[in-house]
T-cell receptor
Framework: DSGVTQTPKHLITATGQRVTLRCSPR?????VYWYQQSLDQGLQFLIQ???????AKGNILERFSAQQFPDLHSELNLSSLELGDSALYFC????????????FGSGTRLTVV | AQSVTQPDIHITVSEGASLELRCNYS??????LFWYVQSPGQGLQLLLK??????LVQGIKGFEAEFKRSQSSFNLRKPSVHWSDAAEYFC?????????????FGKGTTLSVSS
């Protein structure tokens, strides 16, 4: 157990639907990062939050959004889902002033049918 | 633009043989470099990282990596591979932006270990 908790582990949904992925960071970590892993694109950085504020944005689609709540858990919202959104979505967290000390969760596997 | 290239998609090594996984990066500034391992159905685990100093970095599970600035490379090595090392390996470069950070990953190298 890495200390980063992601739920659900698996999610199957239909095209056009909306889903929410949840991440609880490791205790004491203030940063949360979201990554998408797909066969064709590999691991792609989506977005970073630090203590509730968006800090860095990567290749995140407009249909996707995220937020970090006061208790530091984060949610990634994916809407108008397409077949190509099927992927593993990873969350990682890091401690204050340890920007690259990532701890990854075990991921949420999203299947869009 | 920053990028990481792992030229080998799949490598098979005999158990007990040595291993070298290649990684080349493109980044304008001094890079922060990482190797991660991912076992099937698992998240990514950090093997080692290079920030500065000694260009030969030791990591967990007997892995090491050497930073070569002239070749823009950060190859991962292990002198004797164990069957449990079979996994996917990712090289990454750390990007420090104006307000945040991110890791840019290579496409990964799948390691198979034969007996």
């Amino acid at each position: 157990d890495s200390g980063v908790t992601q739920t659900p582990k698996h999610l199957i949904t239909a095209t056009g639907q909306r889903v929410t992925l949840r991440c609880s960071p490791r205790s004491g970590d203030l940063s949360v990062y979201w990554y998408q892993q797909s066969l064709d694109q590999g691991l792609q950085f989506l977005i970073q939050y630090y203590n509730g504020e968006e800090r860095a944005k990567g290749n995140i689609l407009e249909r996707f959004s995220a937020q970090q709540f006061p208790d530091l858990h984060s949610e990634l919202n994916l809407s108008s889902l397409e077949l190509g959104d099927s992927a593993l979505y990873f969350c990682a967290s890091s401690a204050p002033r340890d920007h690259y000390g990532y701890t990854f969760g075990s991921g949420t596997r999203l299947t869009v049918v | 633009a920053q990028s990481v290239t792992q030229p080998d998609i799949h490598i098979t090594v005999s158990e007990g043989a040595s291993l070298e996984l290649r990684c080349n990066y493109s980044y304008g500034a001094t890079p922060y470099l990482f190797w991660y391992v991912q076992s099937p159905g698992q998240g990514l685990q950090l093997l080692l990282k290079y920030f500065s100093g000694d260009t030969l970095v030791q990591g967990i599970k007997g892995f090491e990596a050497e930073f070569k600035r002239s070749q823009s490379s950060f190859n991962l090595r292990k002198p004797s591979v164990h069957w449990s090392d079979a996994a996917e390996y990712f090289c990454a470069v750390g990007i420090l932006g104006q307000a945040g950070t991110a890791l840019i990953f290579g496409k990964g190298t799948t390691l198979s270990v034969s007996s």
